[in-house]
């Protein structure tokens, strides 16, 4: 994670370790981290997952949020374990601020539902799918964190709300 930039080799072990409750996801912990289950599951990376992924994972509803996903993928801007900027990014005063967003209430078409996108679960399964799609098909090498969070959602997370919605 040097230089604002994943690199894809490393994702084969971002996923290593799932443990709930009270992961969430947060700095430092893998992508599955944020898991919804009661017990801890160990996996060997994100190719156990894309194995489970067309069985177990659509029976068993593992989920993380987008906020547990963005948390793991702005990891590579700070130091271990700390809030301090990285040396590479340290004079880019970089802020991160995500306010509530409006989507149409599916249940009724005159209101809107107030919503923070953090908060959004997002099935493990699919966003195994969207990143087979996105990144291992096309052989990137690596995944600048902006291209990936803009990515991430736009072609998930919007695509998803305004599809359903």
């Known amino acids: 994670w040097d230089n604002n930039v994943l690199p894809i080799s490393t994702i084969s072990s971002v996923a290593s ?10 700095p430092g912990q893998p992508i599955a981290s944020g898991l919804a289950r009661t017990q801890t599951t160990t996996l060997t990376g994100v190719e156990a997952l894309a194995d489970m992924a067309g069985t177990e994972l659509a029976t068993i509803g593992y989920a993380t949020s987008l906020g547990g996903i963005m948390n793991v993928a702005l990891d590579c801007l700070y130091e271990k374990d700390s809030n301090v900027h990285r040396q590479h990014v340290k004079n880019l005063n970089l802020r ?7 989507i149409p209430d599916p249940h009724n078409e005159n209101n809107a539902l107030s919503i923070n996108p953090l908060d959004i679960p997002i099935d493990v399964g699919f966003f195994l799918e969207w990143w087979n799609d996105t990144v291992v098909n096309k052989d990137l090498d690596f995944y600048p964190v902006g291209a990936f ?3 991430l959602i736009e072609r998930l997370i919007n695509s998803v709300l305004f599809d359903t919605c």
């Open 96 to 102: 991160f601020v995500v306010g509530n967003i409006q």
């Open 149 to 151: 969070i803009r990515d």
């Open 17 to 26: 370790v799932a443990t709930v409750p009270g992961g969430g996801g947060l």
